[in-house]
């Protein structure tokens, strides 16, 4: 225990003196100066309230502390969950068996709920993509969901959580969720993290809403999205909503669709993502079988 607190020790050090900051300048409002110099020597360990405050001084936050901490890598459960909320494509199995396994190995040795959920996801996703059989690969989806359903409020790692599974349960089930998740991200308006996952839940609710045939709902989110999109610059999900947005407007009756369809294409040849480009033309396939549109 005392190796782990000089070691803490030390890269305070190190780091408050990489910043030119004074021992006085970093202890102010933690603790009296000759506190902290013990803290940094090791022979002491401050309470968590100092702590923080103390980082707080440094500019830092905890988690780039504990990054820097463990020589600039993640480890252990950090490391599981980055990689988990990295998956892009949920249907890539060689990702999928990486994260599946680590969190595997980690289990073996800890009790962890999160890490649990997270095996279990992989194993739904697994499953669907190599059965394509939905009934097979739910199960998994429900054991997270049942533990999630108990709880009074989501914070940002079950909303994480939850957004890889809505589509394995029924459609007023995963319209629920979705709608609760999108609330509770309303207490996030100014946390960098929760602007990609409340942008990940509005584009879901596009889809259950076209899935459901609520084609005029659907417009109206598409909408409010591609202008969250243009502002976050976010031109990867902007040409499936372009793409998404011709298809509701053919199933509107409108007949500037087609130009919609092309300016999502158009953007996705831009920025060069051919594949999502492909994946795109089998939703129109999907939603419009008359589709006859030019495949650029």
């Known amino acids: 225990m005392t190796y782990i607190c000089q070691n803490f020790g030390e890269d305070l050090k190190k780091i408050r003196e990489n910043k030119n ?12 100066r000759s506190t902290y110099t013990k803290f940094e020597a090791g022979s002491i360990v401050p309470t968590i ?15 780039e502390f504990n990054y820097i901490h463990n020589h600039y890598q993640l480890q252990g459960k950090d490391a599981i969950l ?26 073996t040795e800890h009790k962890d709920n999160v890490i649990q959920d997270i095996f279990n996801i992989c194993s739904a996703l697994i499953t669907l993509s190599k059965t394509n059989d939905l009934s097979q690969a739910a199960p998994y989806a429900e054991k997270v969901w049942h533990r999630i359903a108990q709880l009074d409020k989501w914070y940002l790692t079950e909303l994480h959580l939850l957004n890889n599974i809505l ?20 207490n996030y308006d100014h946390f960098h993290e929760a602007t990609a996952l409340k942008l990940a839940y ?23 999205l591609i202008a969250l999109s243009k502002k976050n610059g976010r031109y990867r999900m902007l040409g499936v909503l372009y793409v998404r947005k011709g298809i509701i407007l053919t199933k509107l009756g409108k007949t500037e669709s087609e130009l919609w369809i092309k300016k999502g294409f158009y953007l996705l040849e831009a920025i060069e993502d051919f594949s999502l480009k492909e994946e795109l033309k089998k939703e129109i396939v999907y939603y419009l079988d008359h589709y006859s549109g030019e495949e650029s």
């Open 21 to 32: 900051y004074t021992q006085q300048y970093v202890a102010k409002d933690a603790m009296a």
């Open 82 to 107: 980055y990689q988990f909320r990295t998956i892009a494509i949920n249907s890539d199995l060689k990702i999928l068996f990486k994260v599946k396994e680590t969190a595997k190995i980690y289990l």
């Open 167 to 186: 589509f394995f349960f029924d459609f007023d089930t995963s319209l629920l969720i979705s709608k609760r998740a999108l609330v509770e991200l309303e």
């Open 49 to 63: 309230t100092k702590y923080f405050e103390v980082l707080n001084n440094l500019d830092m936050s905890h988690e």
């Open 202 to 224: 509005s584009m879901n609710l596009i889809y259950l809403l076209m899935e459901n045939k609520n084609y005029m709902q659907a417009l109206e989110k598409a909408d409010t």
